[in-house]
Protein backbone atom coordinates (compact mmCIF):
# COMPACT_ATOMS: atom_id res chain seq x y z
CA UNK A 1 0.00 0.00 0.00
CA UNK A 2 1.55 3.25 -0.83
CA UNK A 3 1.31 6.27 1.13
CA UNK A 4 1.77 9.70 0.49
CA UNK A 5 2.50 11.95 3.83
CA UNK A 6 2.03 15.68 3.22
CA UNK A 7 3.67 18.30 6.63
CA UNK A 8 4.30 21.73 5.75
CA UNK A 9 7.51 22.13 6.24
CA UNK A 10 10.65 20.38 5.93
CA UNK A 11 11.09 20.18 10.19
CA UNK A 12 7.96 18.00 10.39
CA UNK A 13 8.30 16.09 7.50
CA UNK A 14 11.74 14.88 8.59
CA UNK A 15 10.15 13.99 12.39
CA UNK A 16 8.47 11.25 9.65
CA UNK A 17 11.40 10.35 8.20
CA UNK A 18 13.19 9.24 11.36
CA UNK A 19 10.07 7.24 12.14
CA UNK A 20 11.87 4.61 9.53
CA UNK A 21 14.22 2.12 11.06
CA UNK A 22 16.59 2.15 7.83
CA UNK A 23 17.32 5.95 7.74
CA UNK A 24 17.32 6.38 4.46
CA UNK A 25 14.89 7.78 1.53
CA UNK A 26 15.63 8.78 -2.13
CA UNK A 27 14.51 11.96 -3.25
CA UNK A 28 11.92 11.88 -6.14
CA UNK A 29 11.02 15.67 -7.80
CA UNK A 30 7.81 16.26 -9.03
CA UNK A 31 7.11 19.47 -10.72
CA UNK A 32 7.37 22.58 -8.03
CA UNK A 33 7.84 19.86 -5.45
CA UNK A 34 10.52 16.81 -3.78
CA UNK A 35 9.47 13.60 -2.57
CA UNK A 36 11.53 11.93 0.27
CA UNK A 37 10.40 8.40 -0.86
CA UNK A 38 11.04 5.41 1.57
CA UNK A 39 12.04 1.79 1.33
CA UNK A 40 8.22 1.22 3.04
CA UNK A 41 6.24 2.75 0.58
CA UNK A 42 5.95 5.87 2.07
CA UNK A 43 6.30 9.41 0.26
CA UNK A 44 7.53 12.01 2.39
CA UNK A 45 5.88 15.46 1.47
CA UNK A 46 6.51 19.49 2.36
CA UNK A 47 4.23 20.58 0.74
CA UNK A 48 4.37 24.07 2.07
CA UNK A 49 2.56 26.24 5.32
CA UNK A 50 -1.72 27.01 5.00
CA UNK A 51 -4.25 25.34 3.15
CA UNK A 52 -3.76 26.35 -0.84
CA UNK A 53 0.00 25.16 -0.45
CA UNK A 54 -0.99 22.09 1.01
CA UNK A 55 -3.26 20.86 -1.41
CA UNK A 56 -1.21 21.98 -4.60
CA UNK A 57 1.57 20.15 -3.40
CA UNK A 58 -0.63 17.34 -2.36
CA UNK A 59 -2.24 17.41 -5.95
CA UNK A 60 0.79 17.71 -8.12
CA UNK A 61 1.98 14.20 -5.75
CA UNK A 62 -1.44 12.51 -6.37
CA UNK A 63 -1.69 13.09 -9.87
CA UNK A 64 1.97 11.99 -11.00
CA UNK A 65 1.59 9.07 -8.79
CA UNK A 66 -1.75 8.29 -10.84
CA UNK A 67 -0.06 8.88 -14.15
CA UNK A 68 2.92 6.66 -13.05
CA UNK A 69 -0.14 4.17 -12.63
CA UNK A 70 1.02 3.49 -9.54
CA UNK A 71 -1.52 5.11 -7.21
CA UNK A 72 -1.58 5.98 -3.26
CA UNK A 73 -4.04 4.35 -1.05
CA UNK A 74 -4.40 6.66 1.85
CA UNK A 75 -2.95 10.57 2.27
CA UNK A 76 -1.93 11.70 5.62
CA UNK A 77 -1.33 15.10 6.73
CA UNK A 78 0.76 15.17 9.52
CA UNK A 79 2.72 17.87 11.66
CA UNK A 80 2.65 19.95 14.42
CA UNK A 81 -0.86 21.83 15.95
CA UNK A 82 -2.25 23.71 18.31
CA UNK A 83 -3.97 22.06 21.21
CA UNK A 84 -7.43 23.30 23.01
CA UNK A 85 -6.94 22.99 26.33
CA UNK A 86 -7.45 20.99 28.45
CA UNK A 87 -8.78 18.24 26.13
CA UNK A 88 -5.54 18.16 23.90
CA UNK A 89 -2.19 19.13 26.20
CA UNK A 90 0.72 19.92 24.80
CA UNK A 91 3.01 16.86 23.92
CA UNK A 92 -0.09 15.14 23.46
CA UNK A 93 -1.41 13.45 19.69
CA UNK A 94 -4.78 14.21 18.23
CA UNK A 95 -6.46 12.10 14.94
CA UNK A 96 -8.86 13.62 12.99
CA UNK A 97 -12.25 12.32 13.20
CA UNK A 98 -13.26 15.29 11.21
CA UNK A 99 -10.97 18.01 8.93
CA UNK A 100 -12.75 21.12 8.97
CA UNK A 101 -11.97 24.61 7.48
CA UNK A 102 -13.11 27.03 10.44
CA UNK A 103 -12.73 30.22 8.83
CA UNK A 104 -13.74 29.43 5.49
CA UNK A 105 -16.75 31.46 4.84
CA UNK A 106 -18.15 35.03 5.64
CA UNK A 107 -18.24 37.51 8.84
CA UNK A 108 -21.57 38.92 8.77
CA UNK A 109 -23.81 40.80 11.61
CA UNK A 110 -25.23 37.58 13.02
CA UNK A 111 -21.79 36.23 13.15
CA UNK A 112 -19.50 33.79 11.29
CA UNK A 113 -21.31 32.00 8.32
CA UNK A 114 -19.61 28.87 6.80
CA UNK A 115 -19.24 28.79 2.75
CA UNK A 116 -21.55 25.91 3.25
CA UNK A 117 -24.66 28.11 4.19
CA UNK A 118 -23.56 30.67 1.76
CA UNK A 119 -24.96 27.95 -0.67
CA UNK A 120 -21.88 26.37 -2.04
CA UNK A 121 -18.39 24.22 -1.39
CA UNK A 122 -17.63 21.96 1.31
CA UNK A 123 -16.03 22.65 4.83
CA UNK A 124 -15.73 19.25 6.20
CA UNK A 125 -14.41 15.94 5.42
CA UNK A 126 -14.52 12.35 7.65
CA UNK A 127 -11.44 9.83 7.36
CA UNK A 128 -12.55 6.71 7.78
CA UNK A 129 -14.04 5.29 10.60
CA UNK A 130 -11.81 2.55 11.06
CA UNK A 131 -9.05 3.99 10.03
CA UNK A 132 -9.43 6.76 12.89
CA UNK A 133 -9.32 3.60 15.50
CA UNK A 134 -6.84 1.87 13.98
CA UNK A 135 -4.81 5.58 14.35
CA UNK A 136 -5.94 5.82 17.87
CA UNK A 137 -5.21 2.50 19.50
CA UNK A 138 -1.89 2.51 17.91
CA UNK A 139 -0.44 5.92 18.95
CA UNK A 140 -2.20 6.75 21.91
CA UNK A 141 -3.87 9.74 20.15
CA UNK A 142 -7.16 11.41 20.78
CA UNK A 143 -10.06 11.12 18.07
CA UNK A 144 -11.51 14.91 17.09
CA UNK A 145 -12.02 17.51 14.94
CA UNK A 146 -8.84 19.54 14.20
CA UNK A 147 -9.65 22.50 12.56
CA UNK A 148 -7.95 24.38 9.57
CA UNK A 149 -7.74 27.78 10.19
CA UNK A 150 -5.76 31.05 7.58
CA UNK A 151 -4.68 32.80 10.18
CA UNK A 152 -3.34 31.10 13.88
CA UNK A 153 -5.06 31.83 17.00
CA UNK A 154 -3.91 34.08 19.40
CA UNK A 155 -6.36 35.33 21.86
CA UNK A 156 -8.05 33.79 24.64
CA UNK A 157 -11.55 35.56 22.63
CA UNK A 158 -10.95 34.13 19.37
CA UNK A 159 -10.14 30.34 20.96
CA UNK A 160 -13.19 30.80 22.82
CA UNK A 161 -15.18 31.67 19.74
CA UNK A 162 -14.01 28.86 17.69
CA UNK A 163 -14.48 26.50 20.30
CA UNK A 164 -17.77 27.70 20.28
CA UNK A 165 -18.49 27.17 16.78
CA UNK A 166 -16.66 23.34 17.29
CA UNK A 167 -17.25 22.28 19.88
CA UNK A 168 -15.81 18.79 19.19
CA UNK A 169 -12.48 20.85 18.30
CA UNK A 170 -8.85 19.16 19.89
CA UNK A 171 -6.25 21.14 17.48
CA UNK A 172 -5.91 23.44 15.22
CA UNK A 173 -3.63 23.81 12.39
CA UNK A 174 -3.19 25.49 8.54
CA UNK A 175 -2.97 22.41 6.19
CA UNK A 176 -5.23 19.64 6.78
CA UNK A 177 -8.29 20.62 4.73
CA UNK A 178 -6.17 21.54 1.90
CA UNK A 179 -4.81 17.97 1.94
CA UNK A 180 -8.32 16.56 2.33
CA UNK A 181 -9.25 18.27 -0.36
CA UNK A 182 -6.77 17.17 -3.07
CA UNK A 183 -7.21 13.77 -1.59
CA UNK A 184 -10.97 13.90 -2.03
CA UNK A 185 -10.66 15.04 -6.01
CA UNK A 186 -8.51 11.97 -6.49
CA UNK A 187 -10.99 9.38 -4.55
CA UNK A 188 -8.28 8.78 -1.64
CA UNK A 189 -8.80 8.50 1.54
CA UNK A 190 -7.30 10.71 4.14
CA UNK A 191 -5.97 11.04 7.72
CA UNK A 192 -4.62 13.72 9.66
CA UNK A 193 -2.63 13.13 12.89
CA UNK A 194 -1.03 16.12 14.78
CA UNK A 195 1.08 16.45 17.68
CA UNK A 196 0.22 19.34 20.10
CA UNK A 197 3.18 21.89 20.17
CA UNK A 198 1.36 24.87 22.22
CA UNK A 199 -1.98 25.38 23.69
CA UNK A 200 -4.83 27.74 21.48
CA UNK A 201 -5.17 30.80 22.65
CA UNK A 202 -2.90 34.06 23.77
CA UNK A 203 0.27 33.73 21.89
CA UNK A 204 3.28 32.43 24.00
CA UNK A 205 6.04 31.60 22.14
CA UNK A 206 7.73 30.50 25.50
CA UNK A 207 5.12 27.78 26.12
CA UNK A 208 5.84 26.27 22.72
CA UNK A 209 7.42 22.95 22.86
CA UNK A 210 7.92 22.54 18.75
CA UNK A 211 11.36 19.90 20.00
CA UNK A 212 9.11 17.70 22.01
CA UNK A 213 5.94 17.56 19.52
CA UNK A 214 8.00 16.93 16.49
CA UNK A 215 9.67 13.60 18.87
CA UNK A 216 5.90 12.94 19.45
CA UNK A 217 5.40 12.91 15.79
CA UNK A 218 8.49 10.38 15.54
CA UNK A 219 7.12 7.82 17.95
CA UNK A 220 3.66 8.31 16.73
CA UNK A 221 4.48 7.14 13.18
CA UNK A 222 7.10 4.41 14.53
CA UNK A 223 3.71 2.41 16.11
CA UNK A 224 1.73 3.83 13.24
CA UNK A 225 3.39 2.75 10.48
CA UNK A 226 3.05 -1.40 11.19
CA UNK A 227 -0.51 -0.85 12.02
CA UNK A 228 -1.43 0.49 8.65
CA UNK A 229 -0.37 -2.18 7.22
CA UNK A 230 -3.21 -4.54 8.64
CA UNK A 231 -6.02 -1.76 8.02
CA UNK A 232 -8.53 -2.64 5.51
CA UNK A 233 -9.39 0.83 3.35
CA UNK A 234 -12.51 -0.85 2.45
CA UNK A 235 -13.98 -1.52 5.90
CA UNK A 236 -15.00 2.21 5.78
Request: without cysteine; proline residues 6%.
Amino acid sequence: MRILVATAVPAERDAVARAFPDGTAEEVRLPAATLLRTADGYDLLAAGVGSALAAAGTATALTAAALDDRPYALVVSAGIAGGFQPEAPVGSLVVADEITAADLGAETADGFLPVTELGFGTVSHHPPNSLVRVTARATGARPGAVLTVSTMTGTGARAAALRTRHPGALAEAMEGFGVAEAAAAHGVPVLELRAVSNPVGPRDRAAWRIDDALAALTEAFGKLVPALESWNQHDQ
